[in-house]
């Protein structure tokens, strides 16, 4: 049975490097866990940490199931669900928009300038992210199915049973 951690590891290394990073940004903020202030998100140090949080789950501990799991929802919520379609970038998009018609004059001039670099390099971005949104579901569909995760489950319950010498009891129950 192949290790879900492994295979999300190498999907995510397979990202262009600034997609990497902004995975890495996103979830770190988003997955309990995670240090996400403090980080240097400017150099690779952001990225290595968050790899190296992702590889501390790749064992057999019962926990670790429920870190995949919990990973896979919140990449759906935080990334896939506001960027995985065209209409997903509707919001951002009006907000740039927004920004530039203003006529805020306590609004720095900066902030227009980013809006614009951020609609010209919208439909590029769009398209990209959707692509990556794809590749999420097929990674979703098959290593990190339920079923995929049930057969990680079941193997690593195997593993670690052969430490069991007795049965486990809560509340008067043997489970």
């Known amino acids: 049975m192949s290790n879900p951690i492994t295979q999300l590891l190498q999907w995510l290394k397979s990202q262009d490097n600034d997609i990497q ?72 998009q009006k907000m740039f928009e927004s920004v530039l018609e203003s006529t805020d004059a306590d609004q720095p001039p900066s902030m227009k300038e980013t809006a614009r670099k951020m609609l010209d390099a919208m439909p590029a971005r769009r398209e990209k992210w959707i692509e990556i949104c794809k590749q999420w579901q097929e990674l979703k569909s098959s290593a990190l199915s339920d079923a995929a995760l049930e057969a990680w489950e079941r193997d690593n319950f195997l593993v670690r049973s052969k430490d069991i010498t007795k049965p486990v009891v809560v509340r008067g129950h043997a489970i």
């Open 21 to 92: 990073g902004e995975i890495a940004f996103l979830m770190s903020a988003a997955v309990p866990g995670f240090d996400f202030y403090g980080v240097r998100w400017e150099s690779d140090e952001g990225i290595n940490q968050f790899y190296a949080k992702i590889e501390e789950h790749s064992g057999t501990d019962i926990g670790n199931i429920g870190f995949v799991v919990a990973f896979r929802a919140i990449f759906d919520f935080t990334i896939f669900n506001k960027r995985g379609t065209v209409e997903s970038w509707s919001d951002p």
